[in-house]
């Protein structure tokens, strides 16, 4: 069973790893979609993330697929209570469906809230800035939603940490509840940015961290270490970046790690995020049973400090 952590200063506990709920309506269909999240409720895990435009980018869809099949499946469960959902607004559903203006908020909620069936959302999250709408408005708004009880606690994926500071100052100055979590890409190989822009941040707030792009669109797992395994899978040209000397050092330090410890590369990645004390849960996700199992047992991998160091070293920048 998941050691619960709690989901930074709310009252939420969630499972060491959300599941990314991007597979929904794009790998995954809905009966394959029932069948992992059945699974993972079953190994004790409780926390989903998604987003209203998931899985606009598929050809034939509009968005809202990824909601509608975890409302499916809560409404057919009735497990609302055991779950933990996070999603996210405006990305842009279409030309006049997105941004983060007071009326769009209010609309894209209920849209949301609609087609995951269900009268809350335990975490809200603003999922691109929209530097053409005030901080104020956007906070606001939020805020609204929260005393409604549409909405339980508020998040920011994608924003500059100036701009998540500056939308906390306010919203503390007017007694409005602040974000509470940042969704930041994070990984073994993409540190820099994380360490150096939202770190002190995130420590100085409290504030929870779920980083997505765990694996680094596969490339930790080990499958892509030349030009040619990058027709391996749909996601082979984002893997290009990391075909480099440091994106082999790291490959050969999890290889080795992962050797003595008798588990996958990806289960060391996984591991090495959940050992870091401003990690509250990494966004993963999986399309099939074994990856469901491999990702869940990733957080049972006790890493000596001596191995921390060694993935610490091999991905240095």
């Keep these: 069973m998941a050691h619960k952590r709690k989901l930074g200063l709310t009252a939420l506990e969630v499972s060491p790893i959300a599941f990314g709920g991007n597979v929904f309506g794009w790998t995954l269909d809905e009966t394959a979609s029932f069948q992992l999240l059945d699974a993972l409720i079953d190994g004790g895990y409780n926390f989903i993330d998604t987003a209203d435009v998931y899985s606009k980018w598929v050809p034939g869809n509009k968005g809202g697929e990824s909601e509608t099949i975890i409302g499916n499946w809560l409404s057919k469960r009735g497990k609302r209570d055991d779950v933990v959902i996070a999603t996210k607004l405006g990305a842009e559903m279409d030309k006049d469906r997105k941004g983060l203006k007071a009326a769009y908020v209010k609309e894209a909620v209920e849209a949301s809230l609609k087609r995951l069936k269900t009268d809350y959302i335990d975490l809200y999250q603003t999922h691109y800035d929209d530097e053409a709408t005030p901080i104020e408005e956007t906070m606001e708004a939020l805020n609204t939603l929260i005393e409604e009880g549409k909405v339980r606690y508020i998040g920011a994926s994608n924003f500059k940490a100036a701009r998540i500071a500056a939308s906390n100052e306010f919203a503390r100055k007017n007694n409005l509840q602040p974000y509470v979590s940042i969704q930041p890409l ?132």
């Design 186 to 317: 994070y990984n073994l190989y993409d540190r820099q940015t994380f360490e150096t822009e939202y770190l002190s941040l995130v420590q100085d707030q409290n504030l929870a961290v779920l980083n997505y792009y765990a694996l680094a669109s596969g490339f930790l797992t080990g499958k892509y270490r030349t030009e040619a395994d990058l027709g391996k899978s749909q996601r082979g040209e984002t893997v290009k970046q990391y075909l480099n000397e440091r994106g082999e050092r790291i490959l050969v330090a999890l290889e080795e790690i992962a050797a003595n410890k008798s588990a996958t590369k990806a289960q060391i990645a996984i591991a090495w995020l959940l050992h870091k004390p401003f990690i509250t849960a990494p966004i993963a996700s999986a399309t099939n049973e074994k990856q469901l199992h491999d990702l869940i047992t990733s957080a049972d991998i006790a890493l000596s400090s001596e191995e921390i160091k060694i993935l610490d070293n091999a991905s240095s920048y």
